[in-house]
């Protein structure tokens, strides 16, 4: 079996998936997908005194649960790949730092759990990691602090914006097993369409995930029917009509097999969130939550997951720079399913 098919990748041993958790705050727990979480934390600073401190504590604690779920103890793990939204992926270093376990940190915004997996996924298939966990989380208030305004600013959200999610993940793939598969995926791109306002993150991403999308489909030579469900990470209502626009226009019609992480997170009715969730831990929580258990029941037989980031920075956004933006896929299949 060839290892790369033009820019998509082939994990020819398929690792497997031995255990995943995810955690959310009470806003997301209040949502529609409330009753998929592991865990809802009604307390937003997870007992400690920042939000910063709080968000490292999700993402320690649902780690902490992926590897009780897989009956493995942290010093089974070859490599934690994680990161986070906060400058130098603080969250993760700080999460991580007392486990003393090789560490890679990543940022790829909200794409980090597409890219944190597939990179365990290419380090436990190559042979260089029997296990490996991938790892990310985002908290609203964090976000909020370092991007935007201070909360107690009260600043108005526009109508494009997107919520934030307090929320985590945690995936361990292992060398060994049984459980869903990662078969593969695809490398994001840098796409940038001249999109400037950080308040409409779904329209700058959702180039990134229709031209992931399409380079998979092209390279395996398969289409939209061939997958249950085609996953995006956070483009939200208004970023997920665009990307069903842009596929339409190469002559790919997603409408069926589309499911945005963003757009089902909350009620957009009831929980004023404007344009859907957003955030790492968004695609995270709900991967582990609300898809993956769904391949291990054979629910759902084929997926491609492709969470989506926007590559900015508070700096960039004051200079009035673009938001260049990336889309990693990785593509799993349940149990005994090629």
């Known amino acids: 079996m060839e290892k790369r098919i033009r820019s998509s990748l082939c994990l020819p041993h398929a690792p497997v998936i031995r255990s995943y958790a995810s955690i959310a705050g009470q806003k997301e727990g209040d949502g529609p997908m409330g009753d998929c979480f592991d865990r809802v934390e009604q307390d937003a600073y997870f007992g400690e005194t920042t939000w910063e401190r709080a968000e490292s504590r999700m993402q320690a604690d649902v780690l902490t649960r992926a590897l009780e779920k897989g009956e ?6 070859d490599c934690i790949v994680a990161g986070d ?3 130098q992926c603080t969250s993760s270093t700080f999460a991580m730092r007392s486990l003393h376990v090789p560490f890679l940190g990543v940022y790829g915004a909200c794409s980090t759990m597409a890219e944190s997996l597939l990179l365990s996924s290419l380090l436990v298939d190559g042979g260089f990691c029997r296990n490996a966990a991938a790892v ?11 991007f935007r305004f201070p909360l ?3 600043g108005q959200r526009t109508p494009t914006s997107q919520w934030t999610c307090t929320a985590a993940g945690a995936v361990v793939v292992s060398a060994e097993g049984t459980g869903v598969r990662v078969r593969g995926g695809c490398i994001g791109k840098i796409v940038d369409y001249g999109i400037s306002d950080a308040n409409n993150m779904g329209a700058a991403m959702a180039p990134a995930a229709a031209d992931t999308i399409f380079r998979y489909l092209q390279d395996t030579g398969t289409a939209p029917e061939d997958y249950d469900c085609v996953v995006t990470g956070d483009l939200g209502n208004i970023g997920s ?3 069903l626009e842009l596929l339409r226009a190469q002559g790919v019609n997603l409408a069926v ?12 009715h009831s929980q004023d969130t404007h344009a859907g969730g957003s ?3 968004c695609a995270a929580s709900l991967l582990c939550g609300h898809f993956l258990p769904q391949l291990e029941r054979g629910e759902i037989r084929r997926m491609l997951f492709a969470a989506t980031g926007a590559l900015l920075s508070p700096m960039s956004a004051q200079q009035g720079e673009s938001i260049p933006c990336i ?3 990785v593509a799993l299949t349940a149990e005994g399913v090629e």
């Open 72 to 77: 493995l103890p942290p010093a089974a793990l």
């Open 85 to 87: 939204l906060i400058n």
């Open 136 to 146: 990310t989380s985002s908290h609203f208030s964090t976000a909020e602090r370092q």
């Open 152 to 154: 107690s600013y009260g």
């Open 241 to 243: 009509s665009l990307l």
């Open 257 to 268: 097999q589309h499911r945005d992480c963003g757009a089902m997170m909350f009620d957009e």
């Open 279 to 281: 955030g790492c831990g």
């Open 327 to 329: 889309s990693h896929l």
